[in-house]
């Protein structure tokens, strides 16, 4: 793929969380042909290596990193330790996801609050961990996979993106302060 100069990432730092699979591992390839160091965050050691390993083939500098992401307390450490180990955090692409599908008046407690939890407060929490380096650095990308059906709704599909226009609209407020790259 071929980016024009003002896409070029080189020296730039991208995490994408739920980058060892699907939508994640693409945008993983795409920023990592654009020149981005990508670091590629999941639950699943296996899916991570063997995405890892795909990216380095193909001349990417991917590295992974195993955290579950409702473990909120993993969340600061996560950020401190991959900024110490290899330097800031330029682009954070929030994109980790669950699906539960059922009606809504069938929709099970456990499955909204997962679904809320992964979608709503991980990413929260993690840009908030982000956002605070790269305010104090006075730069940084946050970007979120999110859904058209936050903005239209189907049924079936309640919990996954109700939430989500909320956090897309609240974002440029909570990222304030952090400037273009
Ligand atoms: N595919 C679609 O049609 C579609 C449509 C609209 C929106 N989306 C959104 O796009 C995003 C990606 O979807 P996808 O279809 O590519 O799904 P996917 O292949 O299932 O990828 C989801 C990724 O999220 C990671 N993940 C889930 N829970 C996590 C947790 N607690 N901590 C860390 N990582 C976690 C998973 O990694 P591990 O298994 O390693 O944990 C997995 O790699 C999701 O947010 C989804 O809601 C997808």
Same mark, same amino acid.
């Given at each position: 793929?071929?980016?024009?100069?003002? #896409?070029?990432?080189?020296?730039?730092?991208?995490?994408?969380?739920?980058?060892?699979?699907?939508?994640?591992?693409?945008?993983?390839?795409?920023?990592?042909?654009?020149?981005?160091? %990508?670091? +590629?965050?999941?639950?699943?050691?296996?899916?991570?290596?063997?995405?890892?390993?795909?990216?380095?083939?193909?001349?990417?500098?991917?590295?992974?990193? %195993?955290?579950?992401?409702?473990?909120?307390?993993?969340?600061?450490?996560?950020?401190?330790? +991959?900024?110490?180990?290899?330097?800031?955090?330029?682009?954070?692409?929030?994109?980790?996801? %669950?699906?539960?599908?059922?009606?809504?008046?069938?929709?099970?407690?456990?499955?909204?609050?997962?679904?809320?939890?992964?979608?709503?407060?991980?990413?929260?929490?993690?840009?908030?961990?982000?956002?605070?380096?790269? %305010?104090?650095?006075?730069?940084?990308?946050?970007?979120?996979?999110?859904?058209?059906?936050?903005?239209?709704?189907?049924?079936?599909?309640?919990?996954?993106?109700?939430?989500?226009?909320? #956090?897309?609209?609240?974002?440029?407020?909570?990222?304030?302060?952090?400037?273009?790259?």
């Amino acid at each position: 793929m071929g980016f024009p100069p003002s #896409f070029d990432l080189s020296r730039r730092n991208a995490l994408i969380t739920g980058g060892g699979s699907g939508l994640g591992f693409a945008i993983a390839k795409a920023l990592a042909a654009a020149g981005a160091s %990508v670091i +590629l965050v999941g639950r699943n050691s296996n899916k991570l290596s063997k995405a890892c390993a795909e990216l380095g083939a193909l001349g990417a500098n991917a590295t992974w990193t %195993v955290c579950d992401l409702l473990d909120r307390g993993a969340i600061a450490p996560l950020v401190g330790r +991959l900024e110490r180990d290899g330097g800031p955090i330029d682009i954070l692409f929030n994109n980790a996801g %669950v699906q539960h599908r059922a009606p809504l008046t069938e929709f099970p407690a456990e499955g909204w609050d997962r679904i809320i939890a992964t979608h709503l407060s991980a990413p929260f929490f993690l840009t908030q961990a982000v956002a605070r380096n790269m %305010v104090s650095r006075g730069r940084g990308k946050i970007i979120n996979t999110l859904s058209i059906l936050s903005e239209l709704g189907r049924a079936n599909d309640c919990a996954a993106h109700d939430g989500e226009g909320w #956090f897309e609209n609240a974002h440029p407020r909570l990222s304030s302060g952090a400037r273009s790259l």
